[in-house]
């Protein structure tokens, strides 16, 4: 029996990389080579709960990944050995790196049902390189976030929290038309990166949000019990914190959309008659139902330069390591592994 490493959670906080069984592919599968695979937010989430209640034990990590496809079912027709890809993890039922005993931080991944799933699978680009494929996934996110929030030419933006869901959101914006997008964070090395994407940064907790707003977006009266306020048309709220949403309904304007992409593990209270007064539309965004395809179009257009994204790259063997600087916030944006080291 052949053997690979796979990084996998055993209990809250504990991890460890394990030698498994290397897959096989079915009659209607496709075993994909794994090139690079990111740490996601939700990686580290499922670290520190131990896993998601109910799922596989030990948890396998890893769902943002590309590789190369080295093997192929015998009634797979629309895939070939050697062809370059892209994986959506949640297609065909996989939930690879989500639930599932397949994670992407290994060397081999099995995607099932490529016959009756393959638009979980998606080709490459011949210019593009596994690091920017492996970003295809949390931009997709971004990108479903911006559309949640209808965004459309000549909009201003604001998304409160400059990781990598928030930066992907931000360049989703730019990319559906937004005239002016500008991103709220703590952590300087993240403003840095959204500075040297392109975006205006704003320092928070450096004066009141609303002021900020007021200063980058303009202002609009619309509601004399409101007075004037912020010009904001779309709030991306991309931290998760309860304070954060809650000052985002005090701060907007009459009909201003809110979009929560940030995962909130606990209740979160609404002044209801404030929410009535500015008649805001609350919003939610999830993963990405049909993004992939125009975040790879808005990649090969060379729209944006996604590798700005990664702050870290380690090899497999250190993915410990590699852990560790995903979870200092204030350092890290994308850390980024290469699963064949």
């Given at each position: ?296 179009a808005m990649l090969s257009?060379?729209?944006?330069d996604a590798g700005l ?33």
């Open positions: 029996m052949h053997t690979m490493t796979q990084a996998r959670v055993h209990a809250p906080g504990q991890t460890a990389l394990d030698q498994v069984p290397k897959p096989d592919a079915g009659p209607d599968d496709v075993l994909v080579e794994v090139v690079n695979c990111g740490i996601c937010g939700s990686d580290l989430s499922y670290v520190k709960i131990g896993g998601i209640p109910g799922a596989a034990s030990p948890f396998a990590l890893g769902h943002e990944f590309a590789g190369t496809v080295v093997e192929t079912g015998a009634n797979v027709t629309q895939f070939r050995v050697g062809d370059r890809v892209v994986v959506n993890p949640d297609r065909g039922d996989n939930a690879i790196g989500s639930g599932g005993i397949q994670g992407a931080f290994a060397s081999h991944v099995v995607y099932r049902g490529a016959n009756s799933h393959p638009e979980g699978l998606i080709k490459l680009p011949d210019n593009m390189d596994f690091e920017t494929a492996a970003l295809i996934e949390p931009l997709a996110v971004g990108m479903h976030a911006a559309r949640q929030g209808k965004i459309a030419a000549g909009d201003q933006v604001a998304v409160i929290g400059a990781g990598p869901v928030g930066l992907a959101s931000a360049i989703a914006a730019r990319h559906l038309g937004a005239a002016n997008v500008l991103l709220v964070d703590r952590s300087p090395r993240r403003l840095q990166v959204a500075q040297h994407m392109g975006f205006r940064a704003l320092q928070a907790d450096q004066t009141e949000l609303a002021q900020q707003l007021r200063d980058s977006h303009g202002t609009i009266t619309n509601d004399p019990l409101l007075g004037e306020q912020p010009a904001t048309d779309v709030y991306i709220e991309a931290t998760g914190v309860a304070a954060v949403l809650q000052q985002i309904t005090f701060t907007a304007r009459k009909g201003a959309r809110i979009v929560v992409v940030g995962v909130h593990f606990n209740p979160v209270e609404f002044n209801m008659t404030n929410f009535l007064l500015r008649e805001l539309q609350l919003m939610a965004s999830m993963a990405y139902p049909t993004e992939f395809p125009d975040v790879i257009a060379g729209e944006v994204l990664i702050s870290h790259r380690f090899p497999l063997s250190r993915f410990q390591d590699a852990l560790a600087t995903a979870q200092q916030a204030d350092a890290a944006v994308k850390v980024m592994i290469d699963c064949q080291q």
